[in-house]
Structure formats: structure tokens, C-alpha cells
């Protein structure tokens, strides 16, 4: 009786000898080509869902066929294990973060070994461990001391139910993040990181990321936003003090009827006139509860005050009024925009709203602008008027001119300018990483001796959520003793921003249990750069930008020799899934539906769009649930087929089942020729039958191969495996050709390993080998095994399909012509006819011409 296909026990069979035998635990070994592959570690929230299954798929997909080529594949797995999520569950279910965090990490474990995941877990540990953030503190205090960190006070982004700043990218839409509430803006003391400094650098090197994909680099230079012009500066009416904006348009400056100021400028106030000041500060609160990222896209309303001041533009000599206006950032150049409304359309609008005058300075070609018939800005290019000695001129030869003769004035200066900005590092929160610095009295700043690292985030704490973080009232915490002067000092009660720990773990892999540094440079040198990284497109302009930036601080700290950390980057899309909704009862699971209707009341559930998996729409399939139906290996092996790695991948429950029947398939096609297997002598009985499988199996080989290897189409894979599967079940001289169909059925086996490890794993030793698959190694395709016996040739007669021929595949011109003039349906028709011209076409077809 044949036995039939068990996924449970297979599955905690080999996950079982696995971790028992260590099989993916490795070393750095000089004699053999290393590969690292990481996908972007997990933040602990509990449980995984399917886009952890389909990233972690791909991956492991990639590090298993790594090692089947013989590849020294260092995959690692560990914990992103700080942050605000931690706090908010402490403070709703009544526990300590550290312990929601370690309870969600064996579980998050434990699901992950459950998928098969060749994961080195000797490697393993949580951000939150001392034994890692000590060390994030010392390259602090390295960074510290090379002048790459300072603090100042900052206009931030604020979530007051969190109680901390969120980084501009964590601002969605004007809201939180994590809690989804309106962010303000807030002036707080903060500790910056000098990501400035490096900004051409990270630029420059995204030319030559060749393995990253186009859309992410085009978001990093978007957001370094390197932009070269002028600073100019603007006399303040009455006064000796300077407004310095910076501009890419000094060929527009002779248009400039007023000034904007950002409403968190310094000058904001100090411009104000006394019968402004009250409706200016009521403007400045109003700007306050906008979030920066929504007033710099423009999700708001332009909108803006007079201060009651006026500065002189420098080449007119014109006063012009000086605004606060909601589009204006501090983040950006100097806080100052001077304002052409005739040829920027948001000043247009402004300047129409308020009734400020215009002033028209480029007249484009063949046309004739008014600035009282204008309905919209000229952004276009022309000739200059109204600007003095330089009107005629065209204006991207003003541009070097007027730049020029600023610098001869005094007045202005050419300047390179970057849209990115200083990281901001601190958070007011506990569950983090305490930032390793001390105030005294007497001595000032100073930073924390290295020999007194770390300094351990204190884990008796009451977390209530209210107050900011509870360090800065836990006494035992707070007050320490100055290195200096041995009076008592205050310890910085803010935090870093998790991303500071996300920013350099993949280094920390290279040797987690170093103790001595952050990480053995040797070790560091062997596995780095990062060969493969995997994750999503949403942390192009966060993690992504910031790791690039650690990674060269490291480098000038001399700590590391690279100077990128991730050699290639594959995006993932996200797992989406059709959602329905009950007028009555909101968002409904999948099993709260029957045939369209919602099971609770019997109304009609409206189909709405696929949407990715989340909680809060309750079109999420738990992963525990699947393996339990179907199996790890059907779970990894529809994430796989279903979709490209880099598309949205669409739920499906009939693609899972598909996947689960080719599974049993694959299976019975093993057990049932077990008898025609069992002894091979000599050579196939039908050497003709045998070629031809031999060739589906190599063409197989080279194609799964080729998907794999850099172009990771695994479900094109996928597909021709089962399309070799499919000729072993068609193939009918298997007791003739045991040779061949044993080699079939181990190029299936082998093939499919990477993708569904634990099924291969078990018919491989079904199959009589002591060995695992990697063991085995990759399958080569044998290119004489490719070459074809005869060859199909189609035949047309007047440039119509008449039939089809089949030749030697080397048959000459001659042999084709002979065997096409000889087909039956060509000779009818061209029976009564002169055959003109026989065409042929090398290896695909022959038109006969006959009139």
C-alpha cells in the first residue's frame, strides 16, 4: 500500500534533525566563496503573518540553493526589539515591555522554525539585549567624539499620545504612525546624527548600486535632494538685520514681490510689528498642529500672515512684505523663500490670495505675458525682462550671470544645497536604548565613560502612558556621579529611535558573540557587504539611507572596510486579499462569510477592493492556521507560484489548495515508480524514449537554474517543475527507461528543494540517498542532453500553415526542401501548380511559392 503524503510528520521530522544536527550553522572559511543573505529582521509583535511567510520564503529560497552550489551562505535571524508598540501593549495589558517583547519572540520563533527556515539561529539576538545596545552606545560615543553628534533645539514632529518626536518619515498623512493620531509640531532639545555630512557621499554611490532596484534609488536622491543656486541676502527694512534664503531661480530675483518665512524661523516673532504680533502667534499655533510632511506636499490650504514687516530685495532696491506662510519649512534650505509669483505657481496662489503685487521677469519665446491677464505661473524657460543689465538674456545663461554679479556685490554667494536633513536620534521613551550621556552643573555635557558601559535601561518601572518616559522620574536611574568633578551628575533620559538599532545589526550578525568590540573585524571583513537583502519598499528613505550612513561612519571610525552594506536589494510586494464589509458589522474575516453574506445577521457583505493583509480590515490568514491544513511547505510554496517576488501577491484559498494537490503529486509520482527504481542496470531498453525525457529534464534544470540565480522568477520555476512533472506521468517507457526516469524524478526532487525543503528532503531519502539535498548539490544540465534527435519544421505554401515536417535536427537546406515538397498536404496543394521558390527559414519553417 503507498504510503501517502504526511506534511505534519515530515515537517517536525526534519525541522527536528535540523536544529538536532545544527545543518545551517556556519563559519567564516577563506577557501570557499561566501554568500550573505539577510532579510530585514522583525519587529516581535506576536505573531507572524503571511508577508513575513512570503519574505522569509524568498530567502530562504535563495540561501538554500546558495549552499546546494556550494556557497558558504551565512542567513541569519534576530529580533528589531524596541520601540513604541512595546509600551503601548505594557500599558494595555497591564505588563512590562520586556517581558511582551521576550513572551513575543519565543512564539514569533518558534512559528518561524515551524516554516522550515534554514536560519543560523546560533546567531540570534534582540536588539533589547544589553549585550547589543552596549556597543550601539559605544559607536556613539565614537561618533560623538568625531563631532558627528550635537544637540539643539529642534522644531520636531510630536505624538502626544506617545509622548515622543517622530522622524518626518513616520509622519502618514499628518498622523502617528503607530497610533494614528495628529502630530504637532513641538520645539524640544534634541540629539541629532550629522547624516549631512555625508550626503554627496550617498548620493554619489547611488550610481553605482547596480543591484538595487531604480524606484529606491530614485527615492534616496529624491530625498537628499541635491539642488545648486544661490544665497542671497535680504536687508530687514529699518534694521540691520539679514533675511539668507537660498534659491535655485537667482534669474527670477528681479520678480521677487514678497518674502516667506517658515513660521518656526527664528525671525518669526522678532519681525512681527506690534499690531501683527497677536494674529502672528495665533498663526504659528495654528501651523503647530499641521505635520511638516502634509504642509510641504500640500495637503493643506496655502495660507499665511503679514508680519508687518518689510525687506529690501537686493537688486531693486523694492521694499517687499515679509509673510509666514504654511508651506515653509524650516527643513529646508534656511527657513527663507524669496517669493516670485509670476513664475512659481504656489507663490501665484499665495500672492492672489493676499493681493501682493506681481512682477513678470521671463517673457517665454514667441509669446507675450501680462501679469494682470495671468491665470497661472510661467514656469517655462525665456528671456529676461524687467531685470535690468540683463534683460535679453536667456534664462539659464541669467542664472550663471546674476549669480555671479551677486558675489561681486557682497549680496549673495553660490551655494550647493541638500533637502536632507540632520537625523534626529531622541525619543522620549523608555523601552529603547538609553543615550550614553551626563549633565553636570559644574562640568557641562559630557559623555559617558566607556568603562561604565552600558548604561542598562532599569527595568523596574511603572509604565502608565502618561508624562513622557518614566526614566526621567526613576531617581536610581536619573542621578550618577560626574567623571569629572564626582558630584552628581543627570543621566539623558531620552532614548535613541529604533531605527539606530536597525541601522548597523547586520554587521552585529557577522559575530553576535563578540564581547569585546561591537563586532570582529575580521569576521565583519569575511561576510560584508551583504550580498543579498530582502525587505520592503518602505523603508527606502528610513532604514535603508540610514544603514548606508552607519555603515560609512563605521568605516571612518575604522571599524569596517566597506562602504556599502547591502551588495544587492530585492523589494518584496505585499500580500493583499479581497476584503467584504457588513453595513452592520464592519470589516468581516474571511470566515464570518458565507456565500457573500455576512453569518452574523444574514445581510449581504459588500466586496470591496484586494487590499494588503491587516488586522483592521480582517482580511488576514494566520500562517499557524495554514501550516496546520496544509503544511509548511504548501504555505512557502504559494507565496512562491503565486505572484513574482517583486508584485503584490493575491490571496488566493483555491491557488493554496492547487499548491497543495501538486505536492501530493509530486509525492505519488516517487512512490508509484519506487519498484521501477529499485535496480538500474546498464542502459535504458529505449534509448529514443529516454532521450527525450532526459531533454524535458535537463531544459528543466537550465531554466529553474536561470530563475533562480540573480532573477529570482520563482514561479517560473515553479511552473516548469511542474511541467517536467507532468511529462513523468505522461511518459509511458518507464520500465524501458529507469535510468532516465530516475533521473526525472531526482531533478524534481532537487529542484523543488529550495522551495519546499522538508517534502524533497524526505523523498530524497526515499529515494535511496543517505545524504540531505544539499549534500547533493545542485543539479548541472548536461548540454548534450539539450541537443535534439529531429527537429519539427512547419511548412507553408504561399505564405499559409499547410503541415509540418520532421527532420533530422541537422538535415541541410536540401533535406528540408526535399521533405517539404514531399509533405501530403503540400503536394495537394500545389498539385497543378509550377513550384517557383522554395524558401527556407534555418530551424523554423520552409514556404513553398507555387503560381
Same mark, same amino acid.
Given at each position: 500500500?503507498?504510503e501517502?503524503?504526511?506534511?505534519?510528520?515530515?515537517?517536525?521530522?526534519?525541522?527536528?534533525?535540523?536544529?538536532?544536527?545544527d545543518?545551517?550553522a556556519?563559519?567564516e572559511?577563506?577557501d570557499?566563496?561566501k554568500?550573505?543573505?539577510?532579510?530585514?529582521?522583525?519587529?516581535?509583535?506576536?505573531?507572524?503573518?503571511?508577508?513575513?511567510?512570503?519574505?522569509?520564503?524568498?530567502?530562504d529560497?535563495?540561501?538554500?540553493?546558495?549552499?546546494?552550489?556550494?556557497?558558504?551562505?551565512?542567513?541569519?535571524m534576530?529580533?528589531?526589539?524596541?520601540?513604541?508598540p512595546?509600551?503601548?501593549?505594557a500599558?494595555?495589558?497591564?505588563?512590562?515591555?520586556?517581558?511582551w517583547?521576550?513572551?513575543?519572540i519565543?512564539?514569533?520563533?518558534?512559528?518561524?522554525k515551524?516554516?522550515?527556515f534554514s536560519y543560523?539561529?546560533s546567531?540570534?539576538?534582540?536588539?533589547?539585549?544589553a549585550?547589543?545596545?552596549?556597543?550601539?552606545?559605544?559607536i556613539?560615543?565614537k561618533?560623538?567624539?568625531?563631532?558627528?553628534?550635537y544637540k539643539?533645539?529642534s522644531f520636531?514632529?510630536?505624538c502626544?499620545?506617545?509622548?515622543?518626536?517622530?522622524?518626518?518619515?513616520?509622519?502618514e498623512?499628518?498622523?502617528?504612525?503607530?497610533c494614528?493620531?495628529?502630530?504637532?509640531?513641538?520645539?524640544?532639545?534634541q540629539?541629532?546624527?550629522k547624516?549631512?555630512?555625508?550626503?554627496?557621499?550617498?548620493?554619489?554611490?547611488?550610481?553605482h548600486?547596480n543591484?538595487?532596484?531604480e524606484?529606491?534609488?530614485?527615492m534616496?536622491?529624491?530625498w537628499i535632494?541635491r539642488?545648486?543656486?544661490?544665497?542671497?541676502?535680504?536687508?530687514?527694512?529699518?534694521?540691520?538685520?539679514v533675511i539668507?534664503?537660498?534659491?535655485?531661480?537667482?534669474?527670477t530675483?528681479?520678480?521677487?514681490?514678497?518674502?516667506?518665512?517658515?513660521?518656526?524661523?527664528?525671525?518669526?516673532?522678532?519681525?512681527a510689528?506690534a499690531?501683527?504680533?497677536?494674529?502672528?502667534?495665533?498663526?504659528i499655533?495654528?501651523?503647530?498642529?499641521q505635520?511638516?510632511?502634509?504642509?510641504?506636499?500640500?495637503?493643506?490650504?496655502?495660507?499665511?500672515?503679514f508680519?508687518?514687516?518689510?525687506?529690501?530685495?537686493p537688486?531693486?532696491?523694492?521694499?517687499?512684505?515679509?509673510?509666514?506662510?504654511?508651506?515653509v519649512?524650516?527643513?529646508?534650505?534656511?527657513?527663507?523663500?524669496?517669493a516670485?509669483?509670476?513664475?512659481?505657481?504656489?507663490?501665484?496662489?499665495?500672492?492672489?490670495?493676499?493681493g501682493?503685487?506681481? &512682477? %513678470? @521677469?521671463?517673457q517665454p519665446d514667441? #509669446?507675450? =505675458?501680462?501679469? *494682470? $491677464?495671468?491665470t +497661472?505661473?510661467w514656469?517655462?524657460s525665456? &528671456? %529676461? @525682462?524687467?531685470?535690468?543689465?540683463? #534683460?535679453g =538674456?536667456?534664462? *539659464? $545663461?541669467?542664472? +550663471?550671470?546674476?549669480?555671479?554679479?551677486l558675489?561681486?556685490?557682497?549680496?549673495?554667494?553660490k551655494?550647493?544645497?541638500?533637502?536632507l536633513?540632520?537625523?534626529?536620534?531622541?525619543?522620549?521613551?523608555?523601552?529603547?536604548?538609553?543615550i550614553?550621556i551626563l549633565?553636570?552643573?559644574?562640568?557641562?555635557?559630557?559623555?559617558?565613560?566607556?568603562?561604565?558601559?552600558?548604561v542598562l535601561?532599569?527595568?523596574?518601572?511603572?509604565?502608565?502612558?502618561?508624562?513622557?518616559s518614566p526614566?526621567?522620574?526613576?531617581?536610581?536611574?536619573?542621578?550618577?556621579?560626574?567623571?569629572?568633578?564626582?558630584?552628581?551628575?543627570?543621566r539623558?533620559?531620552?532614548?535613541?529611535?529604533?531605527?539606530?538599532?536597525?541601522?548597523?545589526?547586520?554587521?552585529?550578525?557577522?559575530?553576535?558573540?563578540?564581547?569585546k568590540?561591537?563586532?570582529?573585524?575580521?569576521?565583519?571583513?569575511?561576510?560584508?557587504?551583504?550580498?543579498?537583502?530582502i525587505?520592503?519598499?518602505?523603508?527606502?528613505v528610513?532604514?535603508l539611507?540610514?544603514?548606508?550612513?552607519?555603515?560609512?561612519?563605521?568605516?571612518?571610525?575604522?571599524?569596517l572596510?566597506?562602504?556599502?552594506?547591502f551588495r544587492?536589494?530585492?523589494?518584496?510586494?505585499?500580500?493583499?486579499?479581497?476584503?467584504?464589509?457588513?453595513p452592520?458589522?464592519?470589516?468581516l474575516?474571511?470566515?464570518e462569510?458565507?456565500?457573500?453574506?455576512c453569518?452574523?445577521c444574514?445581510?449581504?457583505?459588500?466586496?470591496?477592493?484586494?487590499?494588503?493583509m491587516?488586522k483592521?480590515?480582517?482580511?488576514?490568514v494566520?500562517?499557524d492556521?495554514?501550516?496546520?491544513?496544509?503544511?509548511?511547505?504548501t504555505a512557502?510554496l504559494?507565496?512562491?507560484?503565486?505572484a513574482?517576488?517583486?508584485k503584490?501577491?493575491?490571496?488566493?484559498e483555491q491557488?493554496?489548495?492547487?499548491c497543495?494537490?501538486?505536492?501530493?503529486?509530486?509525492?505519488?509520482?516517487?512512490?508509484?515508480?519506487?519498484?521501477?527504481?529499485?535496480?538500474?542496470?546498464?542502459?535504458?531498453?529505449?534509448?529514443?524514449?529516454?532521450?527525450?525525457?532526459?531533454?524535458?529534464?535537463h531544459r528543466t534544470?537550465r531554466?529553474?537554474?536561470?530563475?533562480i540565480?540573480?532573477?529570482?522568477?520563482?514561479?517560473?520555476?515553479?511552473?516548469?517543475?511542474?511541467?517536467l512533472?507532468?511529462t513523468i506521468?505522461?511518459?509511458?517507457a518507464?520500465?524501458?527507461c529507469?535510468?532516465?526516469?530516475?533521473?526525472?524524478?531526482?531533478?524534481?526532487?532537487?529542484l523543488?528543494?529550495?522551495?519546499?525543503?522538508?517534502?524533497?528532503?524526505?523523498l530524497?531519502?526515499?529515494?535511496?540517498h543517505?545524504?540531505?539535498?544539499e549534500?547533493?548539490?545542485w543539479?548541472?544540465?548536461?548540454?548534450?542532453?539539450l541537443t535534439?534527435?529531429?527537429?519539427?519544421?512547419v511548412?507553408?505554401?504561399?505564405?499559409k500553415?499547410?503541415?509540418?515536417?520532421?527532420?533530422?535536427?541537422d538535415?541541410?537546406?536540401?533535406?528540408?526542401?526535399?521533405?517539404?515538397?514531399?509533405?501530403?498536404?503540400?503536394?495537394r496543394?500545389t498539385e497543378?501548380?509550377t513550384?517557383?521558390k522554395?524558401?527556407?527559414?534555418?530551424g523554423?519553417?520552409?514556404?513553398?511559392?507555387?503560381?
Amino acid at each position: 500500500m503507498q504510503e501517502r503524503y504526511d506534511s505534519a510528520a515530515i515537517e517536525e521530522k526534519w525541522q527536528r534533525r535540523w536544529e538536532e544536527q545544527d545543518t545551517f550553522a556556519v563559519r567564516e572559511d577563506p577557501d570557499r566563496q561566501k554568500y550573505y543573505l539577510l532579510e530585514m529582521f522583525p519587529y516581535p509583535s506576536g505573531r507572524i503573518h503571511m508577508g513575513h511567510v512570503r519574505n522569509y520564503s524568498i530567502g530562504d529560497v535563495v540561501a538554500r540553493f546558495k549552499r546546494m552550489q556550494g556557497l558558504n551562505v551565512l542567513h541569519p535571524m534576530g529580533w528589531d526589539a524596541f520601540g513604541m508598540p512595546a509600551e503601548n501593549a505594557a500599558i494595555q495589558h497591564g505588563t512590562h515591555p520586556a517581558r511582551w517583547t521576550r513572551e513575543n519572540i519565543a512564539h514569533m520563533r518558534s512559528q518561524l522554525k515551524k516554516m522550515g527556515f534554514s536560519y543560523d539561529w546560533s546567531r540570534e539576538f534582540a536588539t533589547c539585549d544589553a549585550e547589543y545596545y552596549r556597543w550601539e552606545q559605544l559607536i556613539f560615543l565614537k561618533m560623538y567624539e568625531k563631532g558627528l553628534t550635537y544637540k539643539k533645539s529642534s522644531f520636531v514632529n510630536w505624538c502626544e499620545p506617545c509622548q515622543t518626536v517622530l522622524a518626518n518619515e513616520q509622519v502618514e498623512d499628518g498622523r502617528c504612525w503607530r497610533c494614528d493620531c495628529e502630530v504637532e509640531q513641538k520645539e524640544l532639545e534634541q540629539w541629532f546624527f550629522k547624516i549631512t555630512a555625508y550626503a554627496q557621499e550617498l548620493l554619489d554611490e547611488t550610481f553605482h548600486l547596480n543591484g538595487w532596484p531604480e524606484p529606491v534609488l530614485t527615492m534616496q536622491r529624491n530625498w537628499i535632494g541635491r539642488s545648486t543656486g544661490c544665497e542671497i541676502d535680504f536687508a530687514v527694512k529699518g534694521s540691520e538685520t539679514v533675511i539668507r534664503v537660498f534659491t535655485t531661480r537667482q534669474d527670477t530675483l528681479y520678480g521677487a514681490t514678497f518674502m516667506s518665512l517658515a513660521p518656526e524661523h527664528p525671525m518669526a516673532l522678532e519681525l512681527a510689528t506690534a499690531e501683527q504680533r497677536q494674529a502672528v502667534e495665533a498663526f504659528i499655533a495654528k501651523v503647530r498642529r499641521q505635520d511638516k510632511s502634509g504642509r510641504a506636499s500640500g495637503n493643506y490650504e496655502k495660507e499665511g500672515i503679514f508680519t508687518g514687516s518689510y525687506c529690501i530685495n537686493p537688486v531693486t532696491g523694492d521694499p517687499i512684505p515679509v509673510y509666514l506662510a504654511n508651506f515653509v519649512l524650516m527643513d529646508y534650505g534656511t527657513g527663507a523663500v524669496m517669493a516670485v509669483p509670476t513664475h512659481d505657481q504656489r507663490d501665484f496662489e499665495f500672492a492672489s490670495r493676499y493681493g501682493i503685487s506681481m &512682477r %513678470l @521677469v521671463i517673457q517665454p519665446d514667441g #509669446d507675450i =505675458l501680462a501679469p *494682470e $491677464t495671468m491665470t +497661472e505661473a510661467w514656469i517655462g524657460s525665456g &528671456r %529676461l @525682462v524687467n531685470s535690468g543689465s540683463f #534683460d535679453g =538674456l536667456d534664462n *539659464e $545663461t541669467a542664472k +550663471e550671470k546674476i549669480a555671479d554679479y551677486l558675489e561681486s556685490c557682497g549680496i549673495g554667494r553660490k551655494r550647493v544645497n541638500f533637502r536632507l536633513r540632520d537625523w534626529g536620534v531622541s525619543r522620549q521613551r523608555y523601552w529603547g536604548t538609553p543615550i550614553p550621556i551626563l549633565y553636570c552643573d559644574a562640568c557641562g555635557t559630557l559623555p559617558v565613560p566607556e568603562q561604565q558601559l552600558p548604561v542598562l535601561l532599569p527595568q523596574d518601572v511603572q509604565i502608565s502612558g502618561a508624562g513622557g518616559s518614566p526614566l526621567a522620574q526613576h531617581e536610581s536611574f536619573l542621578y550618577t556621579e560626574c567623571p569629572l568633578c564626582g558630584g552628581r551628575a543627570r543621566r539623558e533620559t531620552d532614548t535613541f529611535d529604533t531605527f539606530v538599532e536597525s541601522s548597523w545589526y547586520f554587521v552585529r550578525f557577522a559575530s553576535p558573540g563578540e564581547r569585546k568590540a561591537p563586532f570582529d573585524r575580521m569576521a565583519a571583513e569575511y561576510w560584508l557587504p551583504v550580498d543579498q537583502y530582502i525587505g520592503g519598499i518602505e523603508h527606502a528613505v528610513m532604514h535603508l539611507l540610514y544603514a548606508r550612513f552607519f555603515t560609512k561612519v563605521l568605516r571612518d571610525l575604522d571599524m569596517l572596510a566597506v562602504d556599502e552594506p547591502f551588495r544587492n536589494l530585492l523589494t518584496q510586494g505585499m500580500v493583499c486579499m479581497e476584503t467584504r464589509s457588513c453595513p452592520e458589522h464592519g470589516w468581516l474575516f474571511p470566515e464570518e462569510v458565507e456565500d457573500t453574506y455576512c453569518r452574523k445577521c444574514g445581510r449581504r457583505a459588500i466586496l470591496g477592493r484586494n487590499e494588503k493583509m491587516s488586522k483592521s480590515k480582517k482580511n488576514v490568514v494566520d500562517p499557524d492556521q495554514l501550516i496546520d491544513r496544509y503544511g509548511a511547505d504548501t504555505a512557502r510554496l504559494f507565496s512562491l507560484f503565486a505572484a513574482p517576488p517583486e508584485k503584490d501577491l493575491e490571496w488566493n484559498e483555491q491557488g493554496v489548495e492547487g499548491c497543495y494537490r501538486f505536492l501530493n503529486r509530486v509525492w505519488r509520482a516517487v512512490y508509484e515508480n519506487m519498484e521501477d527504481l529499485a535496480s538500474i542496470e546498464g542502459m535504458d531498453d529505449d534509448a529514443m524514449a529516454g532521450r527525450v525525457l532526459r531533454r524535458h529534464t535537463h531544459r528543466t534544470i537550465r531554466k529553474v537554474t536561470e530563475d533562480i540565480d540573480g532573477r529570482f522568477h520563482f514561479n517560473t520555476a515553479i511552473s516548469a517543475v511542474m511541467e517536467l512533472v507532468n511529462t513523468i506521468y505522461s511518459f509511458e517507457a518507464k520500465k524501458k527507461c529507469p535510468a532516465a526516469l530516475r533521473e526525472a524524478l531526482e531533478a524534481v526532487v532537487l529542484l523543488l528543494s529550495p522551495f519546499v525543503p522538508h517534502v524533497c528532503e524526505e523523498l530524497w531519502q526515499r529515494l535511496g540517498h543517505s545524504g540531505g539535498v544539499e549534500t547533493a548539490g545542485w543539479p548541472q544540465y548536461d548540454t548534450a542532453a539539450l541537443t535534439e534527435d529531429q527537429k519539427t519544421i512547419v511548412v507553408q505554401v504561399n505564405g499559409k500553415v499547410r503541415g509540418k515536417v520532421t527532420v533530422a535536427a541537422d538535415a541541410g537546406e536540401e533535406i528540408l526542401k526535399a521533405a517539404a515538397l514531399a509533405e501530403e498536404n503540400v503536394m495537394r496543394f500545389t498539385e497543378n501548380k509550377t513550384v517557383r521558390k522554395v524558401i527556407v527559414v534555418p530551424g523554423r519553417l520552409v514556404n513553398v511559392v507555387a503560381s
